[in-house]
Nanobody, 123 residues
C-alpha cells in the first residue's frame, strides 16, 4: 500500500515562500502522475497542481498560476510544490496525491492521498 508523506508546511507572512515535499513509498513512483490539492476550513478540497510521470508537463489552478511550481524527482520518489508570493487565501491543508493515469490535469483521477501539511499565511 502506497504511503504519501507531506512536509514543509508552516506559518509564513504574505508575500513569502514555502516549499512542500511529498515522499512516496514503493517502487513504482515514476509510473504515476502526481498532484497537489488543498482544503481550507469550510471549503471543498481543490486541485492545485499536477505533473506527468516524466515531469515534462505540468498543470495549475488559475489561482496559483505564476506563483506555484510543481516538480518531481523520480530517483528520490518525491514531488515538490514551490509556493511563492503567498497570499492569505492560500491558507489551507495541502495534500499530495497519486494518479495512475496519464491525465495529470484531471482531479477525479487521483486515488491515493497523504495526510496533509498545514500552510498558514498571515496578512
Amino acid at each position: 500500500q502506497v504511503q504519501l508523506i507531506e512536509s514543509g508546511g508552516g506559518l509564513v507572512q504574505a508575500g513569502g515562500s514555502l516549499r512542500l515535499s511529498c515522499k512516496a513509498s514503493g517502487r513504482a513512483f515514476s509510473t504515476y502522475a502526481m498532484g497537489w490539492f488543498r482544503q481550507a476550513p469550510g471549503k471543498e478540497r481543490e486541485f492545485v497542481a499536477g505533473i506527468t510521470q516524466s515531469g515534462t508537463s505540468t498543470y495549475y489552478a488559475d489561482s496559483v498560476k505564476g506563483r506555484f511550481t510543481i516538480s518531481r524527482d523520480n530517483a528520490e520518489n518525491t514531488v515538490y510544490l514551490q509556493m511563492n508570493s503567498l497570499k492569505a487565501e492560500d491558507t489551507a491543508l495541502y495534500y499530495c496525491a497519486r494518479n495512475p493515469t496519464n491525465y495529470a490535469f484531471s482531479p477525479g483521477m487521483y486515488n491515493a492521498w497523504g495526510q496533509g501539511t498545514q500552510v498558514t499565511v498571515s496578512s
